[in-house]
């Protein structure tokens, strides 16, 4: 039998504030390659995000986000700081408990060429993990800079520390590499791919996040994404090899 849900279900709307300034790039990325920072950005930038979805009737779940991001622009360098937390829970019960703390230094060598280097701290529960801990360092090159398509690489090697849930502990070495690419649609829209990838001799976990952006105004904007991370060979313990995200947002510039 078909289930019609609208007389039932109760939709708290998806919340979602951004302090990101829609003009100029997005602060560091601590997964891909993000493109520089425009020429007319300001020293010190932020982007603070809340989301909170409830649906109730036929299904009860919720789910709440939280990000918060600061960026220092100190040409040649760049600093950024990074929070995340995603919290979702269905019929009372938890079914996800996301953490990531991480920092990210730039050091642009050229207009095109640039250093990096990021240290990364991520909890998730049900993944397996009680936690991890990454380090990479690399070169990244800006392969496309214009108006309308910009592109950029990375790549490098790396360190993690895994403290897996059955109580054992593992150090790899990994191989890193990443791309970012933007495409501005219009003055009002935008565009954005991102891949990254992260090999050890255990496994290769890559993440994807694709993003459409359109402008309502000089201050908000619409933004759809749908984030994939892959686990090729997770622990035992692990619910599953594959998490998705998919938002809806709603970003104020300041």
């Known amino acids: 039998r078909m289930l019609h849900p609208l007389p039932t279900l109760r939709r708290t709307a998806f919340l979602c504030l951004a302090l990101l300034p829609l003009d100029t790039a997005a602060a560091d990325d601590l997964f891909y390659a993000p493109p520089p920072a425009s020429e007319d950005s300001e020293p010190f930038s932020g982007q603070a995000e809340l989301g909170f979805t409830k649906l109730?009737?036929?299904?009860?779940?919720?789910?709440?986000?939280?990000?918060?991001?600061?960026?220092?622009?100190?040409?040649p360098w760049t600093h950024t700081f990074r929070v995340e937390a995603k919290?979702?829970?269905?019929?009372?019960?938890?079914?996800?408990?996301?953490?990531?703390?991480?920092?990210r230094e730039r050091y642009d060598l050229s207009d095109d060429h640039y250093a990096f280097g990021l240290l990364r701290w991520e909890k998730e529960r049900f993944s397996g993990y009680n936690h991890q801990v990454t380090s990479i360092v690399g070169?990244?090159?800006?392969?496309?800079?214009?108006?309308?398509?910009?592109?950029?690489?990375?790549?490098?090697?790396?360190?993690?520390?895994?403290?897996?849930?059955?109580?054992?502990?593992?150090?790899?070495?990994l191989g890193y590499g990443a791309m970012d690419y933007r495409w501005q649609l219009s003055d009002t829209s935008k565009f954005e791919q991102q891949f990254s990838a992260e090999a050890t001799r255990e496994n290769v976990?890559?993440?994807?996040y694709t993003a459409l952006t359109v402008a309502i105004n000089?201050?908000?904007?619409?933004?759809?994404?749908?984030e994939i991370e892959n686990n090729t060979n997770p622990p035992d313990e692990s619910d599953a090899k594959t998490d998705t995200t998919t938002a809806a947002s709603i970003l104020y510039s300041f």
């Open 56 to 75: 109730s009737g036929n299904s009860n779940s919720e789910t709440l986000l939280g990000k918060t991001s600061l960026s220092w622009h100190l040409k």
């Open 87 to 103: 919290h979702v829970s269905s019929s009372g019960e938890t079914t996800t408990d996301k953490y990531l703390v991480g920092q």
């Open 139 to 173: 070169e990244g090159v800006t392969v496309l800079d214009g108006p309308e398509h910009n592109l950029s690489l990375e790549a490098g090697p790396g360190y993690r520390f895994d403290d897996i849930t059955a109580g054992d502990h593992e150090n790899y070495l």
């Open 205 to 208: 976990i890559s993440r994807s």
């Open 218 to 226: 000089a201050s908000l904007a619409l933004k759809l994404s749908h």
